[in-house]
Antibody
Framework: EVQLEESGGGLVQPGGSLRLSCAASGFTLGTYNMNWVRQAPGKGLEWVSFISSSSSPIFYADSVEGRFTISRDNAKNSLYLQMDSLRVEDTAVYYC????????????WGQGTLVTVSS | QSALTQPASVSGSPGQSITVSCTGTSIILDLNNVVSWYQQHPGKAPKVIIYEVSKRPSGVSNRFSGSKSGNTASLTISGLQAEDEADYYCCAHAGSRHWVFGGGTKVTVL
């Protein structure tokens, strides 16, 4: 069974940093492209970042470009999102999601981890 | 404001059919067959119910169907059931593995 489990969320002050992790099980992470998607409280879904199975190419939403860094360690079956220069508007539940094909970008989702940016 | 526009809410009685629309710019939808739909129950992660405009993943009820005409994609739920009450999001490819979601539609079963 495909499972994705996010961790690393929490409360951080504006301007601070946080690193999210996504542990994959039930499949070989290195075979798949991956995405991060977020959802602000009471709001809709927003795509954040994409990373290919080989770590290149990588893409970011304009809202996080230059502040967030996506990476992966296929040997550890893990995906990461390093978030720097955090803003209040980055407050959201962050989900990792597996892409099955280029036309199936978010076929499997984790349960999400909450990031709260507040002073 | 999202590049994909969905109605904020749609409601129907059990057994009825409802349709959720998703309208975008011609760049996003007219030439784009990579449209997917996600169902999200409160406090839960989203779940894909339609991909590539009209395909259903294994295990998804055939009461869910998708279509597209011009710059509008649509999700139809037939034989509405109480368990269908949830938020629904459309999603389309915006180029270079960038993705855009609609603002979401709350489906209420009366």
């Amino acid at each position: 069974e495909v499972q994705l489990e996010e961790s690393g969320g929490g409360l951080v002050q504006p301007g601070g940093s946080l690193r999210l992790s996504c542990a994959a099980s039930g499949f070989t992470l290195g075979t798949y492209n991956m995405n991060w998607v977020r959802q602000a409280p009471g709001k809709g879904l927003e795509w954040v970042s994409f990373i290919s199975s080989s770590s290149s190419p990588i893409f970011y939403a304009d809202s996080v470009e230059g502040r967030f860094t996506i990476s992966r360690d296929n040997a550890k079956n893990s995906l990461y999102l390093q978030m720097d220069s955090l803003r209040v508007e980055d407050t959201a539940v962050y989900y990792c999601a597996r892409e099955d094909t280029s036309a199936q970008p978010f076929q499997h989702w984790g349960q999400g981890t909450l990031v709260t940016v507040s002073s | 404001q999202s590049a994909l526009t969905q109605p904020a809410s749609v409601s129907g009685s059990p057994g009825q059919s409802i349709t959720v629309s998703c309208t975008g710019t011609s760049i996003i939808l007219d030439l784009n067959n990579v449209v997917s739909w996600y169902q999200q129950h409160p406090g839960k992660a989203p779940k894909v119910i339609i991909y590539e405009v009209s395909k259903r993943p294994s295990g998804v009820s055939n009461r869910f169907s998708g279509s597209k005409s011009g710059n509008t994609a649509s999700l139809t739920i037939s034989g509405l059931q109480a368990e269908d009450e949830a938020d629904y999001y459309c999603c389309a490819h915006a180029g270079s593995r960038h993705w855009v979601f609609g603002g979401g539609t709350k489906v209420t079963v009366l």
